[in-house]
């Protein structure tokens, strides 16, 4: 099978939509990610999984530590910017919380310190404990096959 096939049979998973942020020697970096999921409650831990050619693995691997916000249907700007289809510089005014800069207004932050990692194919896998959450209504970006999706109103239980 080819690579295309696989992406495309991949992005018929509807996700979430999150931006992945760290900081290293006071600069802040972040990435658009749809790899994001819960891992275990007790203890509280989540997984992202991040390019092995990214940038953004060394920033997290040398940090430590890094922060996942949950965006909100209105935040496909912020989606798009940190994904590098935006290419204009623009000036982020990321909240901090729990010493990490975060995506303003998004449905929810979650600060991570490394739990593990393992390199998995041409991704490493991070595992992160979470060592803080801020939760806000709302509803979510979702990305799905190769768009940006946007739920509305509530679904109905029968």
Request: net charge negative; hydrophobic share 40%.
């Amino acid at each position: 099978m080819d690579s295309r096939l696989f992406r495309t049979a991949m992005g018929k998973f509807a996700t979430g939509v999150t931006v992945i942020t760290t900081a290293v020697d006071d600069e802040i970096y972040g990435m658009t990610a749809n790899a994001f999921m819960s891992v275990s409650v007790d203890p509280k831990l989540v997984l992202i999984s991040i390019d092995e050619k990214a940038h953004m693995n060394n920033y997290v691997k040398s940090a430590g530590k890094f922060a996942v916000s949950i965006l909100n249907e209105d935040q496909q700007d912020m989606s798009a910017y940190f994904a590098g289809q935006l290419k204009q510089h623009r000036t982020v005014p990321f909240n901090w919380f729990n010493d990490m800069p975060t995506i303003p207004n998004s449905l929810a932050n979650l600060t991570c310190k490394v739990y593990d990692s393992v390199i998995a194919g041409d991704h490493t896998l991070y595992i992160g404990e979470v060592t803080d959450i801020l939760i806000a209504d709302g509803e979510p970006l979702t990305f799905f096959s190769g768009k940006y999706k946007q739920i509305h109103g509530p679904a109905e239980v029968k």
